[in-house]
């Protein structure tokens, strides 16, 4: 039998309910989160492989560099003919260590579906329409004070195979890359207020709430540009307590 949003939802107050009776402090969820079905085929089971020469892998890997990226790239609204369709959004902030210092040229890259809630990816096969001004990536390197900004479309919510009536919140894809190709950290942005957030088991397998709300940006009437873009900041935290959540292991 399918597994219903009912059960998911059952499921997950389960094991917010056992994080809150432990009492528990952690900063990134289980890797084999059970509502998040696709995690427990998935997970890593084993010890990482130790890479005993990370030079020779970074030479395999591309460079980045300062002249790979161009303001075009940051503004994923004139990377076509067209204009896409959909509201216009700026969305910045900065990235930070755990003491508020910035980290400083770093490449940050998003991925994100379109207005309809459709990826422009061969495998995305939702019913919803395509936008031929619209590919949904981008890249900027972080500047001196850290931060980072795109103009962007916001994403729709669109469907997935988790369970039956499965929807995921409108969310953006972040990846950073550190000094070196080997190291990489990814996340998801969401847009505050929506109702899919209490159904989502991704969203969801981050137990801790304050964590949770740390993925969630925040409406800054100041950032919107007049007549063209509502703005929304978020910053990125890599590590201590405040952290942002990362998919590692995932």
Request: a negative charge.
């Given at each position: 039998m399918a597994l219903t949003q009912q059960d998911i939802s059952r499921e997950i107050a389960e094991r917010s309910r056992a994080f809150a009776e432990a009492?528990?402090?952690?900063?990134?969820?289980?890797?084999?989160?059970?509502?998040?079905r696709s995690s427990l085929l998935r997970?890593?089971?084993?010890?990482?492989?130790?890479?005993?020469?990370?030079?020779?892998?970074?030479?395999?890997?591309?460079?980045?560099?300062?002249?790979?990226?161009?303001?075009?790239?940051?503004d994923l609204t004139r990377q076509h003919a067209g204009e896409p369709l959909g509201e216009r959004i700026t969305v910045t902030g900065r990235v930070l260590d755990r003491e508020g210092r910035p980290i400083r040229g770093q490449l940050a890259?998003?991925?994100?579906?379109?207005?309809?809630?459709?990826?422009?990816?061969?495998?995305?096969?939702?019913?919803?329409?395509?936008?031929?001004?619209?590919?949904?990536?981008?890249?900027c390197l972080t500047d001196d004070e850290g931060r980072y900004r795109f103009t962007t479309i916001k994403p729709g919510a669109y469907p997935w195979r988790n369970h039956t009536n499965a929807w995921r919140p409108a969310h953006i894809h972040f990846s950073l890359f550190g000094d070196a190709f080997t190291q990489r950290l990814i996340t998801q942005m969401y847009f505050p207020g929506d109702p899919l957030f209490a159904y989502d088991p991704i969203l969801q397998s981050v137990t801790d709430a304050a964590a949770r709300d740390r993925l969630v940006a925040a409406?800054?009437?100041?950032?919107?540009?007049?007549?063209?873009?509502?703005?929304?900041?978020?910053?990125?935290?890599?590590?201590g307590p405040a952290a942002t959540w990362l998919e590692e292991g995932r």
């Open positions: 009492g528990q402090t952690r900063h990134h969820p289980a890797r084999d989160y059970a509502p998040y997970h890593p089971k084993h010890p990482l492989v130790t890479v005993r020469d990370p030079e020779a892998v970074e030479l395999s890997g591309p460079v980045f560099g300062v002249t790979d990226v161009t303001d075009l790239d940051a890259e998003i991925w994100q579906a379109n207005a309809s809630g459709r990826y422009a990816h061969q495998r995305d096969q939702h019913p919803a329409p395509l936008d031929p001004n619209f590919t949904g990536v981008g890249r409406y800054e009437h100041d950032l919107s540009v007049p007549e063209w873009s509502l703005g929304y900041r978020w910053d990125i935290v890599l590590d």
